[in-house]
């Protein structure tokens, strides 16, 4: 079991730091390359749409791990994705033709249009890892980071249009959008009794089933939004109550707490799997000592970027962007500290998604959510830049001590419902 975990955990981890670096490296690019006002753009347009595709995913990802008996087929999945990602959209767009977003609508449509690729690879490779075929998605997700690298270096040498370089972004992903979907079709070829068929997408008769699906996954999916929101409504607030340029800025400064999260997010994707398998199994002491295992690595990775924040933080700020982001070097440290004490107890909602306990995470997130709101909104009046990551670390603080007092007899009471129906 540990060596199939730790190989398993080394493909994802690789995988998604490729991705990482390649979102990462865009940030560079345009903040080095473009103006300040571009770069808000790009961020307001970013911090929209994740919130919304998280919320159109109801989380298929994982479900499509842990729905060993196939409760929802294959194609009512898809459908389900693919129909909320286009009424997602439509709101999007309309909003900003209405002019609630003021968002160029060339930079908005080729951000959708990469989020409906990104959204279906996402979708194929968790068909990928139902089957652990984990080394599949790392080559996919390597490749495809590789050359969104290049391509995009490649346009932002030879090219000053930001338009086009957000094309190229959206092409490869485009690319590998197809590339997925093929091995997804083969595998289903192999592994179920029929394979994949968009024929089968496409029925009608299929809406009432995914009309099913969206009752019952809704309480997750707004436990997602509200997840997304904590890295993002910094950013919508800051573009409103100062500028674009203040939500760029603090950005490109708080992507390192997602770039951390992207480790923390590998082994959580790893790990759901085997701790689906140790509940299905009624085997709770093994259950939490991986969990606690997890989070012990979570503790890790909070405080060794933590301490590089605070070592190196205004020379990492200077050499990846530029001067005046330097400046707010003090905005790293706050947000590295929310960051430690977020990835505590990331792991326990990984753990409490295991078990299916969706509607605990969902109260806890809320509780979060709303007291980053009101301490954003106080904050930022207050302290700018410093106050956003400030009011990260308030919000932080109140969901671990949620995770830390209701988890225990949530994980206690979904085992000993599930030995009665066993």
């Known amino acids: 079991m540990a060596k199939s975990l730790a190989r398993n955990s080394l493909y994802t981890l690789v995988a998604n730091v490729s991705v990482a670096a390649s979102n990462w490296l865009l940030l560079v690019i345009i903040a080095k390359q473009f103006d300040s006002g571009q770069l808000g753009q790009f961020v307001l347009a970013i911090s929209i749409c994740a ?3 998280l919320f159109a995913s109801f989380k298929v990802r994982t479900l499509l791990v842990v729905d060993s008996t196939w409760q929802f087929k294959l194609e009512e999945y898809a459908l389900a994705r693919l129909l909320a990602n286009a009424i997602v959209t439509l709101v999007i767009l309309m909003s900003n033709l209405l002019g609630w977003l003021d968002l160029s609508l060339v930079s908005l449509v080729l951000v959708l249009l990469y989020k409906w690729c990104d959204a279906w690879s996402e979708f194929c490779q968790s068909y990928m890892r139902r089957l652990h075929k984990f ?27 930001f338009e086009l370089l957000l094309a190229v972004w959206l092409l490869v992903a485009l690319a590998f959008a197809s590339i997925d979907s093929w091995f997804m079709w083969r595998l289903t070829l192999n592994n179920e009794s029929c394979a994949f068929q968009w024929l089968n997408v496409l029925q009608l008769g299929k809406l009432q089933r995914v009309l099913v699906f969206y009752r019952q996954h809704l309480t997750l999916a707004a436990a997602l939004v509200i997840s997304s929101l904590f890295v993002n409504l910094p950013n919508i607030l800051l573009s409103y109550q100062l500028n674009l340029e203040a939500a760029g800025t603090f950005a490109t400064i708080s992507y390192f707490l997602v770039a951390g999260g992207i480790l923390i997010n590998s082994l959580s994707q790893v790990g759901t799997p085997k701790l689906s398998e140790l509940y299905r199994q009624g085997n709770y002491a093994e259950f939490v000592l991986l969990v606690k295992r997890l989070c012990l690595v979570g503790v890790v990775i909070g405080i060794s970027g933590l301490v590089v924040a605070l070592l190196f933080g205004a020379y990492f700020l200077q050499i990846f962007y530029n001067q005046d982001i330097a400046r707010y070097y003090d905005v790293l440290n706050w947000v590295m500290l929310a960051a430690a004490v977020r990835y505590i107890y990331i792991f326990l909602g990984t753990a409490l998604a295991a078990v299916q306990q969706f509607h605990v995470q969902t109260k806890i997130y809320a509780t979060g959510l709303v007291t980053l709101l009101f301490a954003s909104y106080f904050l930022i009046e207050a302290n700018g830049l410093t106050g956003a990551a400030q009011a990260m670390l308030l919000a932080t603080l109140v969901e671990l001590t949620l995770f830390i007092i209701v988890s225990r007899n949530a994980l206690t009471h979904a085992f000993k419902q599930a030995r009665k129906t066993s």
């Open 51 to 53: 919130p919304a595709f």
């Open 135 to 161: 080394e599949a998605t790392a080559l996919s997700l390597g490749l495809r980071s590789v050359i969104t690298i290049f391509s995009v270096a490649l346009v932002a040498i030879f090219s000053n249009s």
